[in-house]
């Protein structure tokens, strides 16, 4: 992912590169294929994928639109379609298709979707790195041991019923706490689109696009140590 | 993708599981996380005369991730506190022979010793 994120030397350089067809040279008007040779052109690495699909940045998004987009591209693209083209052309279709392929996958997941605009507005998730959330972790580990304790209890015996119990109740409480985390996570989705489609630059602009891109991440981090551990509750007390 | 034997090793004999009491004299702690892929790590060492006498690990992740930290526990027993500051994560790379899909793996077993001795110090400090 960190292939779509270049300092703005590089993204004037590849828009140039990109203004000219490959084949006949002659300057680029359609966003595809040039206008003039009709030949299939080499999806930018500069592009993201949301204007790949002509979508703005938004993270609430249509998934219907998504699909019918993606299928319209997928067509286009096709390698099938090519095989009887130039070995240039075969590259580039298949290219364009893993390409294609990888960004539908990505922003068809309202997880993955925030993993990437995280990626994509922040240059590197570590820029935004969190905090650990130590009482979130001192929670695992208690947890983990509990588990170990009901893994090497005798499932008959009466200790291991009361963990089974507890067990039960942590899971409970944890499974809660992903749908609150999810809609905590939905809510910022709809306080970024609101700020982008405001477009402002102000400083307080800024300082609320930085809040939200923290707090995604952090809701984001903690879910995978919550998803995980749920995991393994489950796995054990099922 | 296959994990190296090292690395096997490693997850099915890891060294030095388990805990000290956190409270403990001496007893340093780090916990750490890996917020891609979920892992938790905690590291423990025990320190005399400015030794790292003992060190402990519990690690819920993957085969790379528990043989990070056990072979970093491994790896603290006997070496000073400075001397503990000084292991790199590329080191324990190279040692068990981690892909680079693992290699955060690894930055995760360096953080947790960084955390423990950074616990020891401010321990040993406020006494």
């Known amino acids: 992912m960190s292939g779509h994120i270049h300092n703005t030397d590089d993204r004037r350089e590849l828009q140039m590169a990109r203004s000219m067809c490959w084949h006949c040279q002659s300057e680029m008007a359609g966003e595809y294929f040039c206008d003039r040779c009709v030949k299939v052109q080499p999806v930018s690495k500069d592009l993201d994928y949301f204007t790949c699909f002509g979508l703005p940045r938004r993270l609430a998004l249509d998934p219907q639109t998504l699909e019918t987009k993606f299928y319209e591209l997928s067509r286009a693209f096709h ?10 052309e075969q590259t580039i279709s298949l290219g364009n298709s893993a390409m294609l392929n990888t960004a539908y996958r990505t922003l068809r997941d309202p997880i993955q979707r925030a993993e990437y605009l995280l990626d994509l507005e922040a240059g590197s998730v570590k820029d935004i790195r969190t905090t650990p959330p130590a009482d979130l972790f001192e929670e695992i580990l208690e947890l983990q041991d ?8 005798d499932r008959a ?8 119990t507890k067990l039960h109740a942590d899971r409970a409480t944890l499974e809660q706490r992903q749908r609150d985390m999810e809609a905590q996570l939905l809510q910022l989705f709809s306080r970024w689109d609101a700020l982008q489609d405001r477009g402002e630059a102000t400083e307080q602009a800024r300082a609320e696009r930085g809040r939200i891109l923290k707090e995604m991440r952090d809701i984001l981090s903690n879910r995978t140590y919550v998803k995980n551990i749920v995991n393994d509750l489950v796995a054990t007390i099922a | 993708m296959a994990y190296s034997e090292k690395v096997v090793d490693h997850f099915n004999n890891p060294r030095n599981m388990g805990s000290f009491k956190k409270e403990e004299d001496g007893v340093g702690t ?7 892929c979920g892992d938790v790590m905690k590291l423990q060492i025990k320190v005399e005369n400015d ?13 790379s991730a528990i043989a990070s930290s056990s072979l970093a526990t491994e790896w603290l027993k006997g070496k000073t506190v400075e001397e503990a500051g000084k292991i790199k994560n590329t080191d ?9 899909v ?4 690894s930055v995760l077993a360096e953080d947790a010793i960084k955390a423990a001795l950074a616990d020891y110090q401010k321990k040993a400090d406020s006494k």
């Open chain 1, 157 to 164: 015996s009466e200790s291991a019923s009361t963990l089974r």
């Open chain 2, 92 to 100: 324990i790379v190279q040692e068990l022979n981690l892909p680079p």
């Open chain 1, 146 to 153: 509990t588990l170990d304790e009901f893994r090497a209890s």
């Open chain 2, 51 to 63: 030794t790292i006498v003992d060190a402990k690990f519990k690690t819920f992740g993957c085969g």
């Open chain 1, 79 to 88: 390698p099938d379609f090519y095989q009887n083209k130039s070995d240039a």
């Open chain 2, 102 to 105: 693992k290699i955060h793996c």
């Open chain 2, 30 to 36: 780090g916990i750490v996380g890996a917020p891609e």
